[in-house]
């Protein structure tokens, strides 16, 4: 009888086999992992945080969950009681889903190799490593970071499916989808983006055939999108232009919603069938079941069935309106180039350089360039993602920070396809032989050090305007002049020196040198900005991405409070009461006091409670039960100042063309600190 070897006996190079793309590969995960789960429990849990906290620690004890559209979709709080009972409940625990997804956000550009490039998804992976937003939102419990990564595992679906056109890649986009929807709703953002990119394409290889059906890739993503998202879109927008249905009520719902939503759900299923019945039931049950179980939780709330094929899209229909938040429209525009400048500069460049090279691809014969190149789909795709998500992101009346990822992703995707066939194009054998790599330093030390000199030569300028000062020049002018003199010799060595390294190399590999140069420069500002955000500021209200949040006033209290109750009672059983204004976060820091009391607006009479917290808009309804009370104060939130909404106006602009302002807008992008703007 031959001998059966078991895995465990081989060894370990037999299965792994090192290189340096595996190296670099476990270097990102590893900086990822450090970025995302470090100190991870430290920050007060903002608001929306201690909601999704919360509620998630009611299913996880067994209390259930109702599907609410305000708290969006239900997968978030599932992840995050699964959490609870593996590791019991935190500030630490809570974030930690988020944390995972995130860490999977930053692996998957590994999976669009092909696309990407070796080079190209290690570009990507380390960008998302690094990226301060995404490690925000890694270490925020709210569902943004949770329906990033569906949406990155939709794109490789779909585009796996377009270049390879496998079965098991339409089950995963029909899982992606499924979980995408019961996450947030810019679900119905993303697929109407992917859905009329597909449409477009669709048109461009389907006309020159008109053959029926198309035997086409993008014709079978078109059909399963459809098919699987329709009845989500149509259901909520049949019911609300008939009048019959109010999104902001829940207590109506009856036997013409669900009938509705069944027939639009058979229409398009008779679609699917008719394209192919076995692709379409396999990917149908799929998304259906992972829907019906989420939105029921676990076919608990069988409510659920309305709530989210007909709430979800009606209610945000309705928030339109309200424009929650109130940022104006370009707000995007300030927030990407303030923390996502290496995506942006680079992505840029990206789509500029990549449609040249698609438009000389064009010019060979018609019958050859029917079909558009895997190659050139993928950054069309991208480039078409991204500009239409800032159109739409930017048109939509909510606008909040955490919304950025979404813009971030496919610009983050497009840069480093950029990035990747610049570094795969470099004779790195001849870059080394020439020391080119000097030029990586003294480029930008060299562009340092015109600015300075700039600076310097602007200031002789205004010292000589005026003529020369008879009495001579004072401290300060001499310092001018020193600067600019000093500098001046500086510079002149430094471009004699590049010139000299620039001659050795030829032009495209000068420009890809600069190229490099550039992007050290603008990732190592982006590892700083990454970590003042998350680490020095955190949850303190001086970055855009923090908005706003909950002050460490209160988890300090909360500490003092837990001591109280100790000496007291000997536990938690100490009765705490709380009011409507303070109630989130409270309701999650006070989930282990069993005795704890809310009492709304005003309360019915002695609370006999030995901590009271109440807002200061109550405080006057309150005051009557406190009088024996001792008043301390401190802060519950506070804001990031928004002095950036006057940009808008003309007056706002030309104050940059001052020299203390732009000093102050200096000084506010290098340290992160809104009191010198």
Same mark, same amino acid.
């Given at each position: 009888?031959?001998?059966?070897?078991?895995?465990?006996?081989?060894?370990?190079?037999?299965?792994?086999?090192?290189?340096?793309?595996?190296?670099?590969?476990?270097?990102?995960?590893?900086?990822?992992?450090?970025?995302?789960?470090?100190?991870?429990?430290?920050?007060?849990?903002?608001?929306?945080?201690?909601?999704?906290?919360?509620?998630?620690?009611?299913?996880?004890?067994?209390?259930?969950?109702?599907?609410?559209?305000?708290?969006?979709?239900?997968?978030?709080?599932?992840?995050? $009681? %699964? *959490?609870?009972? !593996?590791?019991?409940?935190?500030?630490?625990?809570?974030?930690? #889903? @988020? /944390?995972? =997804?995130? &860490?999977?956000?930053?692996?998957?550009?590994?999976?669009?190799?092909?696309?990407?490039?070796?080079?190209?998804?290690?570009?990507?992976?380390?960008?998302?490593?690094?990226?301060?937003?995404?490690?925000?939102?890694?270490?925020?419990?709210?569902?943004?970071?949770?329906?990033?990564?569906?949406?990155?595992?939709?794109?490789? $679906? %779909? *585009?796996?499916? !377009?270049?390879?056109?496998?079965?098991?890649?339409?089950?995963? #986009? @029909? /899982?992606? =989808?499924? &979980?995408?929807?019961?996450?947030?709703?810019?679900?119905?953002?993303?697929?109407?983006?992917?859905?009329?990119?597909?449409?477009?394409?669709?048109?461009?290889?389907?006309?020159?055939?008109?053959?029926?059906?198309?035997?086409?890739?993008?014709?079978?993503?078109?059909?399963?999108?459809?098919?699987?998202?329709?009845?989500?879109?149509?259901?909520?927008?049949?019911?609300?232009?008939?009048?019959?249905?109010?999104?902001?009520?829940?207590?109506?719902?009856?036997?013409?919603?669900?009938?509705?939503?069944?027939?639009?759900?058979?229409?398009?299923?008779?679609?699917?069938?008719?394209?192919?019945?076995?692709?379409?039931?396999?990917?149908?049950?799929?998304?259906?079941?992972?829907?019906?179980?989420?939105?029921?939780?676990?076919?608990?709330?069988?409510?659920?069935?309305?709530?989210?094929?007909?709430?979800?899209?009606?209610?945000?229909?309705?928030?339109?309106?309200?424009?929650?938040?109130?940022?104006?429209?370009?707000?995007?525009?300030?927030?990407?180039?303030?923390?996502?400048?290496?995506?942006?500069?680079?992505?840029?460049?990206?789509?500029?350089?990549?449609?040249?090279?698609?438009?000389?691809?064009?010019?060979?014969?018609?019958?050859?360039?029917?079909?558009?190149?895997?190659?050139?789909?993928?950054?069309?795709?991208?480039?078409?993602?991204?500009?239409?998500?800032?159109?739409?992101?930017?048109?939509?009346?909510?606008?909040?920070?955490?919304?950025?990822?979404?813009?971030?992703?496919?610009?983050?995707?497009?840069?480093?396809?950029?990035?990747?066939?610049?570094?795969?194009?470099?004779?790195?054998?001849?870059?080394?032989?020439?020391?080119?790599?000097?030029?990586?330093?003294?480029?930008?030390?060299?562009?340092?050090?015109?600015?300075?000199?700039?600076?310097?030569?602007?200031?002789?300028?205004?010292?000589?305007?005026?003529?020369?000062?008879?009495?001579?020049?004072?401290?300060?002018?001499?310092?001018?002049?020193?600067?600019?003199?000093?500098?001046?010799?500086?510079?002149?060595?430094?471009?004699?020196?590049?010139?000299?390294?620039?001659?050795?190399?030829?032009?495209?590999?000068?420009?890809?040198?600069?190229?490099?140069?550039?992007?050290?420069?603008?990732?190592?500002?982006?590892?700083?900005?990454?970590?003042?955000?998350?680490?020095?500021?955190?949850?303190?209200?001086?970055?855009?991405?923090?908005?706003?949040?909950?002050?460490?006033?209160?988890?300090?209290?909360?500490?003092?409070?837990?001591?109280?109750?100790?000496?007291?009672?000997?536990?938690?059983?100490?009765?705490?009461?709380?009011?409507?204004?303070?109630?989130?976060?409270?309701?999650?820091?006070?989930?282990?006091?069993?005795?704890?009391?809310?009492?709304?607006?005003?309360?019915?009479?002695?609370?006999?409670?030995?901590?009271?917290?109440?807002?200061?808009?109550?405080?006057?309804?309150?005051?009557?039960?406190?009088?024996?009370?001792?008043?301390?104060?401190?802060?519950?939130?506070?804001?990031?100042?928004?002095?950036?909404?006057?940009?808008?106006?003309?007056?706002?602009?030309?104050?940059?063309?001052?020299?203390?302002?732009?000093?102050?807008?200096?000084?506010?992008?290098?340290?992160?600190?809104?009191?010198?703007?």
């Amino acid at each position: 009888m031959q001998k059966r070897f078991s895995i465990l006996d081989q060894p370990l190079p037999a299965r792994i086999v090192l290189n340096w793309e595996l190296i670099c590969w476990a270097t990102i995960i590893l900086v990822a992992v450090v970025t995302r789960f470090w100190d991870l429990g430290s920050r007060a849990q903002h608001h929306d945080e201690s909601m999704h906290s919360f509620y998630s620690w009611e299913l996880y004890r067994g209390r259930g969950f109702i599907h609410n559209p305000l708290l969006h979709g239900p997968f978030l709080y599932h992840a995050t $009681a %699964v *959490i609870y009972f !593996l590791f019991g409940a935190s500030d630490y625990t809570s974030r930690v #889903a @988020a /944390a995972l =997804l995130g &860490l999977g956000i930053v692996t998957a550009p590994y999976f669009l190799r092909k696309w990407l490039g070796r080079y190209g998804a290690l570009a990507a992976g380390a960008m998302l490593a690094i990226s301060p937003a995404f490690i925000y939102y890694s270490r925020f419990i709210r569902m943004d970071i949770f329906a990033a990564f569906f949406e990155i595992l939709l794109f490789v $679906a %779909v *585009i796996k499916y !377009l270049g390879q056109r496998r079965e098991r890649y339409l089950y995963l #986009a @029909a /899982a992606s =989808l499924s &979980l995408l929807f019961c996450t947030k709703e810019i679900a119905f953002i993303t697929t109407f983006i992917f859905g009329t990119f597909l449409v477009l394409l669709l048109a461009w290889e389907w006309l020159p055939r008109r053959k029926f059906p198309p035997d086409l890739a993008s014709f079978d993503l078109i059909i399963l999108i459809g098919s699987l998202c329709a009845p989500l879109y149509f259901t909520a927008l049949i019911i609300k232009i008939s009048g019959l249905w109010d999104p902001l009520d829940y207590t109506n719902y009856g036997q013409h919603d669900l009938a509705a939503f069944l027939l639009i759900v058979g229409i398009f299923a008779a679609l699917g069938l008719a394209w192919h019945r076995r692709r379409w039931l396999t990917s149908a049950g799929i998304f259906w079941a992972i829907y019906i179980l989420l939105h029921t939780s676990l076919l608990t709330n069988m409510g659920g069935l309305l709530t989210g094929p007909i709430g979800a899209l009606g209610y945000w229909l309705v928030q339109q309106e309200v424009k929650r938040g109130g940022q104006p429209w370009f707000y995007y525009l300030i927030i990407i180039p303030l923390y996502e400048f290496l995506p942006l500069v680079l992505g840029l460049f990206g789509i500029g350089y990549l449609a040249r090279r698609r438009v000389r691809q064009t010019s060979q014969p018609e019958e050859e360039a029917t079909a558009v190149p895997m190659s050139s789909v993928f950054w069309i795709f991208l480039s078409y993602w991204f500009v239409v998500a800032l159109v739409i992101y930017s048109w939509a009346g909510e606008k909040m920070p955490w919304l950025v990822v979404h813009l971030t992703l496919p610009l983050t995707l497009l840069a480093a396809r950029f990035l990747g066939e610049a570094l795969k194009a470099e004779d790195w054998g001849e870059f080394f032989r020439q020391r080119a790599y000097y030029l990586l330093i003294l480029v930008p030390t060299t562009a340092l050090v015109l600015l300075t000199f700039l600076s310097a030569f602007l200031g002789v300028v205004r010292i000589l305007s005026g003529g020369l000062p008879a009495p001579g020049f004072d401290l300060g002018q001499l310092n001018t002049l020193m600067r600019f003199l000093v500098t001046l010799v500086i510079l002149g060595i430094l471009v004699y020196i590049v010139q000299l390294l620039a001659r050795r190399l030829g032009r495209n590999s000068l420009a890809r040198t600069f190229l490099f140069s550039g992007t050290i420069v603008l990732l190592l500002f982006t590892v700083r900005f990454a970590w003042i955000a998350n680490y020095v500021h955190g949850d303190i209200a001086k970055d855009m991405l923090i908005y706003t949040q909950t002050t460490p006033d209160v988890t300090m209290l909360m500490g003092e409070v837990e001591q109280l109750s100790e000496r007291l009672v000997g536990g938690k059983e100490m009765r705490v009461a709380f009011d409507d204004f303070t109630s989130w976060p409270l309701w999650w820091y006070l989930r282990d006091y069993p005795n704890k009391v809310f009492f709304g607006k005003e309360p019915l009479g002695q609370l006999d409670a030995p901590v009271v917290f109440v807002g200061l808009e109550n405080e006057s309804a309150v005051r009557p039960y406190m009088s024996d009370y001792i008043r301390k104060q401190y802060r519950l939130r506070w804001w990031f100042p928004e002095d950036y909404r006057s940009l808008g106006q003309c007056s706002a602009l030309k104050g940059l063309f001052r020299s203390e302002t732009r000093q102050q807008a200096i000084n506010f992008f290098l340290n992160r600190d809104p009191d010198t703007w």
